[in-house]
């Protein structure tokens, strides 16, 4: 079984890749999106958004990182591919279900699921652009208002050459409602001969083990489960127990001194209240501390609320 950490945008940075890679076996992550327009992008937007670049490729702990593309022209993602992996990322993976309407109204993400001629041209241009022994891949959702071309864009990649495919099992119009339809992938795996990983509703060790069951596949990617439940992969592929809410108090300093140290310390009280509405799923007690410290702006007042959280815990 492999276990992949999805490329979630505006959450899973450097540092949230550094920390979940850290306590987790993943076999794989994948970093938030590069926008790729009309041009070939510089070294420095790479490095920026993966510093692991300058470390071969891999997170502190060695987990292997996969620069992901979105765009919609096929020679400038071939292009930016070729870059990518010149740089040191393992592989390159297109971003086909980005929902998000900005992304969408300039055509780029999931818009291009109504365009399965299109994803086959960027994803054939990327894979004659990058060299043969480095993957070259692809995550969707199931389509954009309706499901009616599901299979047509899998085969499209698959066609395209893809070394495999992430299958969100949602549309763009459903968003992140449940529930997921997993079903959906279990018809892609059987009609394509590349592996499919499954991604959508997976919070838990049961919820895997129910995808895997009913899509047929060994790979999953988790993404919101495993801001929720910090050890998510652990619990998949170890039978490990769930983080208590102590530990995840202490992943949560550690996250704090990475960021305040890091590039984006002024985001920090943004990005500390945005993963706490994921952790209100898992821990009652994070909706408790939340609510003292979502009145705090400033660094050093929601520092000291989750200090004085560790005291008393």
């Not at 099992?169 to 529930?179: I, L």
């Not at 499919?196 to 060994?218: F, P, S, Y």
Request: net charge neutral; aromatic share 8%.
């Amino acid at each position: 079984m492999r276990v992949i950490l999805a490329p979630m945008e505006g959450v899973v940075d450097d540092h949230m890749r550094d920390l979940l890679s850290s306590i987790n076996p993943y076999d794989l992550v994948v970093t938030e999106f590069v926008r790729v327009v009309n041009q070939l992008l510089p070294d420095k937007v790479y490095y920026k958004l993966c510093p692991e670049l300058h470390h071969g490729g891999k997170t502190p702990s060695g987990t292997p990182v996969r620069v992901q593309l979105l765009g919609q022209h096929p020679q400038w993602m071939a292009e930016n591919a070729y870059k990518a992996v010149a740089l040191g990322s393992h592989g390159v993976d297109a971003n086909f279900g980005c929902p998000a309407k900005m992304v969408n109204k300039s055509n780029g993400g999931a818009i291009l699921l109504r365009s399965p001629d299109t994803i086959h041209d960027i994803v054939k241009a990327m894979r004659q652009a990058v060299p043969a022994e480095q993957p070259v891949t692809a995550k969707i959702r199931l389509g954009f208002e309706d499901k009616s071309l599901f299979l047509e864009n899998a085969r499209a990649i698959y066609e395209a050459g893809a070394t495999e495919i992430a299958v969100h099992a949602r549309t763009k119009v459903e968003g992140y409602k449940p529930p997921a339809y997993w079903e959906y992938i279990s018809e892609i795996k059987q009609a394509l001969p590349i592996p499919v990983i499954a991604n959508g509703e997976i919070w838990n060790k049961t919820d895997a083990q129910r995808c895997i069951e009913i899509t047929g596949t060994n790979d999953i990617m988790v993404g919101r489960g495993a801001i929720s439940l910090p050890n998510l992969a652990d619990t998949i592929k170890n039978d490990r127990a769930a983080y208590t809410w102590a530990q995840t108090l202490v992943l949560l300093k550690q996250y704090t001194q990475r960021e305040l140290n890091g590039r984006k310390a002024d985001y920090f009280p943004s990005r500390i209240k945005q993963w706490f509405t994921y952790l209100n799923r898992q821990y009652p007690e994070a909706d408790s501390l939340f609510r003292q410290l979502r009145v705090f702006k400033t660094t050093a007042d929601i520092v000291e609320v989750l200090n004085k959280a560790q005291a008393e815990d």
